[in-house]
Each structure stands twice: as structure tokens, then as C-alpha cells.
């Protein structure tokens, strides 16, 4: 019997299913599938974003005048965010050199390297995971590619403490990640009464468990996603709708109304109807920039969330920045 194979709500690309013979569909046909997080998507507009705002601060010269190349690991995740880094380029009408897909399970991507290489981009947006993007850096590094500014997409590039013992610690300074903020990172006072308080209990928790080192961007949504079912969704789906069937917790998440500051994310959550292109997204998610400055990751866009000025561009030190 024909079953779909689907990405769940966990994911940070677009939720799709897929009938073995390779069909797929969103999840506006999906009535028990609602994701708080951000999509895909909405991850690559923002990275390009961010770089045509900092071109002639950081860079010298317009956005437009700016070589960009895109490099995605070919599943459902890296393929939307490469979609949204292409689609902000376009309407921007900023140039993207080198558009590429590789496969994940990809043992080398030397050749990857020396089109990158040939294709001179001044800036580099990538999206994979920890094994090919480990796999990538280093042969990058071998191969002489040269860049002026490096930002990858959540995931792997999210894990930071994962990406120092990789690649080395000193290796990664002035890279970039775009991801949903890590809850621990934001600024208190933009958020409802108790909201920090949860955010503390998570990071108590965290610690316990794990020690010291970097918090990522997925230990905040876990928690935050388990939370809003938990808070949220089940204490009306209880009571009004007769339990916690699949029918009752989906009629309660569509009557879900949190506002901006609700939730230790920072945004608020409220997902869009049946029948909607994005049924079942949240309308009101948000991803930031985040850059490793001084060792650790600090968020540097959008200004209004910033903590502190990006430097953008890689430092002189690092192996990988165009000098």
C-alpha cells in the first residue's frame, strides 16, 4: 500500500509528504501538521537581506554590484532555502554567480570548491549539515577559496560548539548562521511577563543536563514547540473541544493566539487556516542573523533585535576571508 513519507514539523524547511512515486504537497493539505518556526523560505530571504543592507557599509560598493553564490545540500530543507536566497536576489535584482545542490552523503565536494573558485563570489550562502558542511569547510580551505563574507542556515552551522571541534575553534569567527533566535539570547524586556522566566528554566535545565557551552537555535524551539502544545494548545483542547484526539488538539492550535513577546522565540504564534498557502506555518515566526563575534554567537539582525554592530565580513585571520 502507498503511504506519503513526510517531513514533520520539526523541520525548518517547508512541510511536505511525498507518494513514493515522488509527488509532494504542502501543508495546506495537511489538517493535523502546524509548525511555530519559521520556514525555510523565510530563513534565505533574510540572509540576502542582511547582506544587501550592510553592501556599501561593509563591502564598498551597491548591492547589486555584489557576486553571491548559493550552495545547498539537495533535500527538502536546503533546497528552500536556496529557493529563498535565490528569490531575495532576484527581487533585490542582486547577482547570484553560482546556484549549486549537493547531496549530504557526498564523501567530496572538491569539484563543489573549484566551480565556487571559478565563480570569484564575494559573498557565500550555505545551507547543509554537520558532516558536509565540515566536509566542505576544509576543502575549501585546501583549495584556496576565498571569500568576503560566509553565512549558512541553522542546522549545522547553528551547532557552534559541534562546528569548533570540526573545523577548529579559531576557524570560525565571522561566520554566520540564520535560525530562529536561541531564546537565551534576547532581550528580556521585549517579552511578556513570565516569558523570561521560562527561558531561564530551560537554560537551568539545559545546564543540568548537558553543562556548559553553547546553547543552539534547536534546543530553544524544541522547547518552545512542546511548550505552546502544552500551555497553549491542550489546556483548551481538554475542555472545550473533549480531550486530546487528533481532531481536538487541531481545532485548538487554529484558535491559538500569541502575541509578539509570547513565547522565549521572541515572536508570537498564530497559524494560518485550512485552505491557506501556508496552512498550518506560523504567520507570526521570525528567523535572525546571528555571527560569531569574540568566540560566540550574537545576534546582529534585524537591527531592532541586534545586540551588537556585525562585522560582516570575515576577519584577516581567517583562513577562508578574501584579503
Known sequence: MKRWTCWPASTRAPTRCRW?????????????????QPTGDQVGKLSVQYIADYAQEKFGKPAKDLRLAIIY????????VASGNEAKARELGLSVVLKEAYSAQAPD?????????????????????????????????????????????????????????????????????VDPAAAQLLDPTGL?????????????????EFGEG????????????????????????????GGWSPDAIARAARETDIPDGGTIMGYGVKFYPPGH????????AFPV??????????????????????????PRSSPLALQ
Open 214 to 241: 553553547e546553547i543552539a537555535p534547536l534546543v530553544s524551539m524544541g522547547f518552545n514547540n512542546l511548550g505552546i502544545l502544552l500551555i497553549d494548545v491542550l489546556p483548551r483542547a481538554i475542555p472545550k473541544y
Open 20 to 36: 513514493p512515486s515522488g509527488w509532494t504537497r504542502s501543508t495546506r493539505d495537511l489538517q493535523y501538521v502546524f509548525r511555530p
Open 192 to 208: 511578556r511577563p513570565g516569558v523570561w522566566a521560562m527561558t531561564q528554566e530551560m537554560v537551568r535545565r539545559y545546564r543540568k
Open 109 to 177: 565536494l572538491s569539484s563543489l570548491v573549484t566551480k565556487l573558485r571559478a565563480a570569484r563570489p564575494d559573498v557565500l550562502f550555505h545551507t547543509g549539515y554537520n558532516p558536509d558542511i565540515a566536509l566542505f569547510l576544509r576543502q575549501a580551505e585546501e583549495g584556496g577559496l576565498r571569500v568576503r563574507a560566509y553565512l549558512g542556515h541553522g542546522a549545522g552551522h547553528s551547532q557552534l560548539d559541534k562546528l569548533k571541534g570540526n573545523i577548529g575553534a579559531d576557524r570560525v569567527e565571522g561566520f554566520h548562521t
Open 277 to 284: 498557502r501556508f496552512a498550518g506555518q506560523n504567520e507570526r
Open 73 to 80: 545540500e539537495d533535500g527538502p530543507y536546503g533546497t528552500d
Open 289 to 314: 542573523v546571528d555571527q560569531v563575534i569574540g568566540g560566540r554567537f550574537q545576534i546582529v539582525y534585524p537591527k531592532s533585535l541586534a545586540q551588537v554592530r556585525p562585522a560582516v565580513l570575515l
